[in-house]
């Protein structure tokens, strides 16, 4: 088992910026790639971000690019998400996820472990 949680949400101004982290735990060993989902309000489920475990790897939803950075510190098992120029648009609950493989096709009931979230609150 992959416990993983969240931290760093929070009601920000646009244009702000906020940093979310997670912390891994248990049986991280063969958890190779870690990622943020986030979901709306009335919404579904979506990809933002994914890195893999040695961080040479990372993608991100277009809506994101330029404004998003992902990263880990392995020797912390954690990942953390710098989201700047925030929008409205991003106000969401963000959740961590880890698997063997996630990319920006990956759906999110393939996910195996999640974290139980935190609330980004973006104002206009």
């Known amino acids: 088992q992959v416990q993983l949680v969240e931290s760093g949400g929070g009601l920000v101004q646009a244009g702000g910026s906020l940093r979310l982290s997670c912390a891994a735990s248990g049986r991280t060993l063969g958890t190779t790639y870690m990622g943020w989902f986030r979901q709306a309000p009335g919404k579904e489920r979506e990809f933002v971000a994914a890195i893999s475990r040695g961080g040479a790897t990372t993608s991100y939803r277009d809506s994101v690019k330029g404004r998003f950075t992902i990263s880990r510190d392995n020797a912390k098992n954690t990942v953390y998400l710098q989201m700047n120029s925030l929008k409205p648009e991003d106000t969401a609950v963000y959740y961590c996820?880890?698997?063997?493989?996630?990319?920006?096709?990956?759906?999110?009931?393939?996910?195996?472990?999640w974290g139980k979230g935190t609330l980004v609150t973006v104002s206009s």
């Open positions: 996820a880890a698997d063997t493989i996630i990319t920006s096709n990956t759906r999110p009931p393939s996910i195996n472990y």
